[in-house]
């Protein structure tokens, strides 16, 4: 039995789902589908879950919110149209978001989250009709059913580890396609919940380890996982075989194509991911296996930048002489529920670095005046335009002169990393760079001889 994921780009219209239909029901193994809600039709198009970030917004502030939920609706009629259904789920769908907005919800967060989750939740009810409107015995189901309960914050929630087994309890009837929504499931108290931006992977990896499948296909607009960003170099080598380790470190490090959380349950399982494109559904992908053969991959795997970080710089003569001075500036953190990236430290200065997300500028503020008042240090900055480049390859260890060389091709097109970060297991190197050269640098490294050399033996 396979999980079978498709992302929002492979959903946006009649077209891309019938696509989709056509994949699922080519393999009977295929029978446990997550689908994400209707992404962009085309470039400078809004996905339906920005939308509902919208309409969310107008019912916290009270207005009028008729225009935004016919613009969300629309996008679901022009699917039902496709396929000649009628105007009933339509009309129900209409019903469902009205009822959501009569509702009273705890906070504003889960106000946000009930509504986000209804992009994938109407997608997944709607593919469902469709598929049974074609004669295919498909079925929608809730992740309520399954018993995917989470916890933690309304919109970054993780599941809850006993949830595996209550899912691994739940019998599919025979011959029977399960379409479940990504992204959401539900908090113990029943109120929505949704993973972390772009949780549809996640929502597809869970299941793969609850159902203990043979393997788990997502399905995208790309036909692999390239060694960097497609938007960054043009026509970038394809990456056959990443191994669970490359592919965490660098979807953290901003391949978005898989959801750096979506990594770990299937870790948990050892379900291999095979990432493929619903436009080019016979192009073989990319494997994301428990481990690979590195004598065939030396050197670098994978070149990626994010620039969703902010670094606070502390300068202190003496800073590692003085005891207990990280566990001041931790107190601080925690007192502003704020948990931190990374910490690179020198003698008299440290850097924190921060998911830029999870900070606003009047924390910012009031933590800086705490630290200040805490450790008295000689220097303490923000830097909000801070942008990490990670190289990743399970082979690293392989190249000593990988580092000298990468800081070289740097210095030569005027790139000066503030920070330079590598754990015990080599298996990546992380830069901290402006935001500005992120792309720059990332280009640069990408060229270097050992990429080249990798793309050969790939
Ligand atoms: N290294 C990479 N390889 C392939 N795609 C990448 C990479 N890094 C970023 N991407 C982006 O990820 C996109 C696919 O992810 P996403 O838009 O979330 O898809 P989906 O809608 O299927 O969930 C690609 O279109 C591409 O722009
Ligand atoms: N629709 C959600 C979840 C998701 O995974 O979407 P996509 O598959 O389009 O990345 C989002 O936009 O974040």
């Known amino acids: 039995m396979k999980v079978i994921k498709f992302g929002g780009s492979s959903l946006a219209t009649g077209e891309q789902v019938q696509k989709a239909i056509n994949i699922i029901v080519a393999d009977p193994a295929r029978r446990i589908v997550v689908v994400s809600a209707p992404g962009k039709r085309q470039k400078g198009d809004t996905k339906v ?3 509902l970030v919208n309409l969310a917004g107008a019912v916290q502030s009270q207005q009028d919110t008729t225009a935004i939920r016919d613009s969300i609706l629309d996008r679901y009629r022009d699917i039902a149209d496709y396929f000649g259904l009628d105007g009933v ?3 129900q769908l209409r019903e469902h978001l009205q009822h959501l907005e009569q509702r009273h919800y705890p906070s504003a967060e889960h106000l946000y989250a009930a509504f986000m989750a209804q992009g994938e939740n ?3 009810r709607l593919i469902a009709r469709v598929m049974a409107h074609m004669g295919y015995r498909a079925r929608f189901v809730d992740p309520k059913e399954l018993g995917m309960v989470v916890s933690g914050a309304p919109r970054s929630a993780t599941i809850l580890e006993g949830a595996y087994a209550t899912i691994a309890h739940y019998q599919i009837p025979d011959g029977e396609i399960m379409v479940v929504p990504g992204f959401f499931a539900y908090d113990k108290d029943g109120n929505y919940a949704t993973f972390a931006r772009g949780g549809s992977d996640i929502t597809g990896s869970i299941l793969a380890r609850g159902f203990d499948v043979d393997l788990y296909e997502n399905f995208t607009d790309v036909s692999a996982i390239y060694a960097v960003n497609p938007d960054v170099v043009d026509h970038p080598r394809a990456i056959n075989t990443l191994t669970y380790r490359e592919m965490r470190e660098l979807s953290y490090a901003g391949f978005s194509v898989f959801n750096d959380e979506a990594i770990i349950p299937v870790i948990h399982a050892g379900i291999r991911v095979n990432v493929k494109n619903t436009n080019h559904p016979d192009a073989p992908g990319t494997m994301i296996a428990p481990t690979k053969d590195v004598r065939h991959h030396h050197y670098i795997t994978g070149v990626a930048a994010s620039q969703g970080f902010t670094a606070l710089y502390l300068h ?5 002489k003085e005891v207990g001075l990280t566990l001041k500036i931790l107190q601080v953190l925690y007192k502003y529920n704020v948990s931190y990236e990374h910490m690179p430290s020198g003698i008299d200065d440290l850097t924190i670095i921060f998911d830029k997300h999870q900070l606003n500028a009047s924390q910012m503020s009031a933590m800086t005046d705490e630290i200040r008042a805490a450790i008295n240090p000689d220097q303490i900055q923000w830097f909000d335009d801070f942008a990490i480049v990670m190289i990743v390859g399970e082979g690293l260890y392989a190249d000593p002169t990988l580092v000298a060389h990468v800081m070289d091709e740097l210095a030569k097109v005027g790139i000066a990393p503030t920070m330079i970060n590598q754990g015990a297991s080599r298996i990546s190197t992380m830069l901290g760079v402006d935001a500005d050269r992120a792309d720059d ?6 060229s270097l001889s ?7 033996v790939l």
Do not use: F, P, W
Request: aromatic share 8%.
């Open 122 to 124: 109407m997608n997944a």
């Open 450 to 456: 050992g990429c080249e050399k990798s793309q050969h």
């Open 441 to 446: 640098a990332v280009r640069v490294i990408y």
């Open 49 to 51: 879950t920005d939308l």
């Open 316 to 320: 202190k003569y003496l800073l590692n």
């Open 89 to 91: 789920i339509i009309a």
